[in-house]
């Protein structure tokens, strides 16, 4: 018989967190107790899986003693706080947040990328930035064929990426009304927002894990990443225009085909016929899309890509359940147990 999970979902009321729930089901992963958690706002509130409906519980220190995977997207001090009081329990914590991400003892995953990362881990196992996964989908057969020179980035972002929040303050200015919450103090609708800048030479929090993300993912730690990160009043997906420069020559339908036959990928380029992805068409579904190629002729071996994927799904959700069902096949739920200290 299959074995079955005791599976926790932190943040179970937010956004990627109903989508984590949502996606367990779709992929049929083998859920044995599923428990779900959130503030104590939120507890009580009913939300069903698989025909059965399942309350939500405030989220406490002995949440974790009866569980096996915990999927944690719950913001950044529910992290910091309970990732480590989990995975002290002996629970895997595949955690959403970005402050686990470049810890050196914590596996930054893309299952089609670089799986053997998660042969070593200590509990707490780190999803990437939306927008680093969908880009290192697309980017690896190019850097396994023809490797990466230079990267560069220029991202569209769904405004789903600021949670809710985001969502309620587009939805509010396109009707016209004031919005209750607010995800920019800009107006987000017909205008481009930026994320947080904290960074005292101007790069923003996603520009800086856009530049650092891949190059842990990829084990590449001076790759050449050149990052603008913008958020647009779009839904469904974030966009990136990405221009490569790569040490090795090819041909773009060389480029074309290797994409089209590599994991996680459809290639939809027919410009000539108005056949491109875009973002609206990308929601819902967990590829990464990649059109436009070109070949760049101002260097010697370069391409331009433009790349497209739903961020709540494959650039959070799913991705994160991926990498629990990659654990799974690999046997890795038992771990040393030792304090990661930051
Ligand atoms: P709640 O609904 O009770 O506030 P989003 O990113 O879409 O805003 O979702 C954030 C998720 O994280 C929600 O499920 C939210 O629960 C949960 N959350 C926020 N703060 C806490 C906390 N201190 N403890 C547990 N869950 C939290």
């Not at 290639?267 to 875009?278: A, G, Q, R, S, Y």
């Not at 899309?289 to 331009?304: Q, S």
């Amino acid at each position: 018989m299959k074995k079955l999970f005791n599976v926790a979902v932190v943040g179970a009321t937010g956004l990627v967190g109903r989508t984590m729930i949502k996606i367990l089901e779709e992929r049929n992963f083998p859920v044995g107790n599923l428990f779900l958690l959130a503030s104590e706002r939120s507890a009580g509130t009913v939300i069903s899986f698989k025909d059965t409906e399942y309350t939500v519980e405030a989220l406490m220190p002995d949440s974790f003693e009866d569980i096996d995977i915990a999927l944690f997207s719950a913001g950044k001090d529910v992290s910091i706080k309970y990732a480590p009081i989990a995975a002290a329990c002996g629970c895997v914590v595949i955690d959403n947040g970005s402050f686990w991400r470049m810890h050196p003892e914590v596996p930054l995953i893309v299952p089609e990328v670089n799986p053997e990362a998660l042969n070593n881990h200590n509990g707490i196992i780190a999803n990437p930035n939306c927008s680093t996964i969908q880009l290192m989908v697309a980017l690896k057969p190019i850097e396994d064929n023809f490797k990466l020179k230079r990267v560069i980035v220029s991202t569209y972002q769904s405004i789903t990426g600021a949670g809710q929040k985001g969502i309620d303050q587009l939805t509010a200015e396109i009707s016209g009304e004031i919005p209750q919450q607010r995800a920019s103090k800009h107006q987000i609708a017909y205008n481009t927002v930026f994320h947080t800048v904290s960074d005292p030479d101007g790069f923003s929090e996603e520009e800086i894990k856009m530049i650092n993300e891949p190059r842990k993912i990829l084990s590449r730690p001076d790759l050449p990443m050149v990052v603008t990160c913008v958020r647009l009043p779009i839904l469904g997906g974030h966009g990136e225009s990405v221009n490569v420069e790569t040490e090795k020559s090819f041909h773009i339908q060389q480029l074309r085909e290797l994409l089209s036959n590599s994991p996680g990928i459809t290639v939809i380029d027919e410009p000539l016929v108005d056949k491109f992805p875009t973002p609206l068409d990308a929601g819902g579904y967990d590829s990464v899309f990649v059109g436009r190629l070109r070949k760049d002729t101002t260097v010697d071996n370069g391409a331009y890509l433009w790349i497209v994927s739903d961020n709540v799904r494959k650039g959070a959700a799913t991705n994160a359940v991926q990498i629990a069902e990659l654990l799974i096949e690999k046997d890795g739920l038992d771990f040393e147990r030792k304090e990661l200290i930051y």
